[in-house]
């Protein structure tokens, strides 16, 4: 089994920035791609960055200029920059992760379990 943790998340004011952070633990083998994943009260889930495992990354239209996802392969982390952050940000922030296990040799789609970000003055 494989375990995804996030932290970071938190109150900010509009203006604000924030890192959030998602580390792996478990049976893994590799990771393919990883990513972050919002969910705003109301609205459905949606992506807003990923990275491949050779670091391409790709943005939602909404927070590209202002986001910036990063990884670091050698310690299973995937990490989310967040700049110039306005209430329309303000969700709970999921981190995913597409692993290859140790046990089945398979790769599989694992979720954190969210980190609240709230923007408000």
């Known amino acids: 089994q494989v375990q995804l943790v996030e932290s970071g998340g938190g109150l900010v004011q509009p203006g604000g920035s924030l890192r959030l952070s998602c580390g792996a633990s478990?049976?893994?083998?590799?990771?393919?791609?990883m990513g972050w994943y919002r969910q705003a009260p109301g609205k459905q889930r949606e992506l807003v960055a990923a990275i491949t495992s050779g670091g391409s990354a790709n943005y939602a239209d909404s927070v590209k200029g202002r986001f910036t996802i990063s990884r670091d392969n050698a310690k299973n982390m995937v990490y989310l920059q967040m700049n110039s952050l306005n209430s329309e940000d303000t969700a709970v922030y999921y981190c995913?992760?597409?692993?290859?296990?140790?046990?089945?040799?398979?790769?599989?789609?694992?979720w954190g379990q969210g980190t609240q970000v709230t923007v408000s003055s």
């Open positions: 995913n992760a597409v692993v290859r296990t140790v046990t089945t040799g398979y790769e599989y789609d694992f």
């Open positions: 478990g049976s893994i083998f590799s990771f393919n791609a």
